[in-house]
Nanobody
Framework: QVQLVESGGGLVQAGGSLRLSCTASGRTFAMYTMGWFRQAPGKEREFVAAISWSGGRTDYAESVKGRFTISRDDAQNTLYLQMNSLKPGDTAVYYC?????????????????WGQGTQVTVSS
């Protein structure tokens, strides 16, 4: 099992950027597929981006393609989400998640471990 802690959220104006980080405990971070999800008030948790073991494959929700970049530093046990050209519609609590299935995962139920979330608010 791995424990996850997100950071980097905050308030930003539309068009701005933020970089989220997710730090994992444990020595097996490199063996996990990692993902970012978000949940806005009154809405279901939705897939944002995912990265497979060793970072060999990534995928993104259509709504963030070209604006967000997921990456990982296995030596630092850290997952990142670089968010550019932010829009008010990106406002949500962002969660990182870890899964043991060795390819890109899209559904929350496919991930076994979750962080507590970090709030991202984009003002217009």
């Amino acid at each position: 099992q791995v424990q996850l802690v997100e950071s980097g959220g905050g308030l930003v104006q539309a068009g701005g950027s933020l970089r989220l980080s997710c730090t994992a405990s444990g020595r097996t971070f490199a063996m996990y597929t990692m993902g970012w999800f978000r949940q806005a008030p009154g809405k279901e948790r939705e897939f944002v981006a995912a990265i497979s073991w060793s970072g060999g494959r990534t995928d993104y929700a259509e709504s963030v393609k070209g604006r967000f970049t997921i990456s990982r530093d296995d030596a630092q046990n850290t997952l990142y989400l670089q968010m550019n050209s932010l829009k008010p519609g990106d406002t949500a609590v962002y969660y990182c998640a870890a899964g043991t299935i060795p390819y890109v995962l899209y559904r929350p139920t496919e991930y076994e471990n979750w962080g507590q979330g970090t709030q991202v608010t984009v003002s217009s």
